[in-house]
């Protein structure tokens, strides 16, 4: 049976808060002026915390925007984790990740920072670059997590094509989902993800 998240504190509260807050603030200033033009100092000033403050949060400037992105990993990871062993399927590992999905759109502040910042880094080369950072920095972590999560003692071939799979479906239910948004339309990303696994069935023939 997997775990509930547990709640957090009144501190934890108010550091994800702060958190949230100076996120907020790197991606309105990056939108606005670019993130090669954006300093550490600027987004503190703007936040109203000091640069100092700003280090215990962030390492760098354009790891800033990538706060709700690191909040959803954590929240998938610990999803995967609770499958540990369970000889888990393709489908079972989808539907963990509509799970992770669906609790990140109920928060409509962290998702719409998602949103953001796929958005912005199809314009922004520090956004872009960071955010590709981060997503090599998850994927061996990723690969040990599907692998365990499927029974698998090692990363082997079918472990890689799970995981990527589980990638490329997300990374397109995203970009369609901001895009949609982006135009003005009321797009929902849990159902997006949805659609996304049927036209994968439907060109893979599975």
């Known amino acids: 049976m997997p775990t509930a998240t547990p709640t957090p504190d009144l501190r934890e509260r108010r550091r994800l808060a702060t958190q949230a807050e100076i996120e907020q603030v790197a991606l309105d200033l990056f939108a606005r002026k670019g993130s090669e033009r954006t300093t550490v100092d600027d987004i503190a ?3 109203g915390i000091s640069p100092r403050t700003f280090f215990r949060y962030f ?7 990538l706060g709700a992105n690191r909040a959803f990993d954590a929240d998938l990871a610990r999803r995967l984790e609770d499958r540990i062993g369970s000889s888990t399927s393709l489908t079972d590992l989808e539907d963990c990740l509509a799970d992770a999905l669906a609790a990140a759109s109920a928060e409509t502040g962290s998702i719409e920072r998602m949103r953001r910042v796929r958005c912005l880094a199809l314009e922004d080369a520090g956004v872009r670059g960071a955010l590709l950072r981060l997503d090599a920095e998850q994927t061996a972590a990723f690969y040990a997590r ?4 499927t029974g698998s003692a090692i990363v082997d071939l079918r472990t890689r094509v799970l995981a990527e799979t589980l990638g490329a479906g997300l990374r397109a239910a995203f970009d369609d989902w901001a895009g949609r948004r982006a135009r003005g339309e009321d797009a929902d990303l849990v159902a ?5 696994r049927r036209e994968l069935r439907a060109v893979t023939g599975g």
């Open 45 to 47: 000033a703007a936040a």
């Open 59 to 65: 390492a760098t400037k354009e790891d800033a925007a």
């Open 146 to 149: 599907v692998a365990a999560a």
């Open 192 to 196: 997006t993800y949805r659609r996304t």
